[in-house]
């Protein structure tokens, strides 16, 4: 395995894993908006060095998340809807939650999001999980064309 476009930052660390094509992103602590900002910053940064074929999807694992501070859920919203433009995210995220908490976190952000993404995110219990319902929905897709 290769760490392609490493970063880090306070609360997430991120870096695209060149072997498989998948993006990991781990929380831990708090989430902070200036953690969520990061975030949205590697995604879109990401995403414009990399071609759509060669990237399999992205993993968000929040099971060392204790809080997330209360300016998460609108900045998530208004990170999504400046991300929606982009063409990749036709490309299925797979998000690890390890309580009742973070899922319902998880859940109210993609209530609030209206853009085609939502539609290709999946909440999973571990890392094996995500990576099996990532090469699932490439293989449904694949059946389609």
Same mark, same amino acid.
């Given at each position: 395995m290769t760490k392609l476009f490493?970063? #880090?930052a306070d609360g997430v660390r991120a870096y695209l894993d060149d072997a498989i094509g998948i993006g990991f992103i781990t929380y831990g602590g708090t989430i902070t908006a200036e953690a969520t900002y990061h975030t949205y910053d590697w995604l879109n940064a990401l995403f414009d060095k990399v071609s759509a074929d060669s990237l399999q999807g992205i993993i968000q694992d929040y099971r060392a998340v204790s809080r997330f501070e209360r300016s998460y859920l609108s900045t998530v919203q208004r990170q999504n809807q400046k991300m929606a433009a982009k063409t990749i995210v036709d490309h299925p995220v797979a998000i690890i939650i390890g309580?009742?908490?973070q899922e319902k976190m998880i859940r109210m952000t #993609?209530?609030?999001d209206s $853009?085609?993404?939502a539609a290709h995110t999946?909440?999973?219990p571990s $890392? #094996?999980?995500a990576l099996t319902y990532i090469e699932?929905?490439?293989n449904r897709r694949e059946a389609w064309i």
């Open positions: 490493t970063t #880090q309580s009742l908490y #993609q209530q609030l $853009t085609a993404m999946r909440i999973v $890392t #094996q999980d699932a929905w490439h």
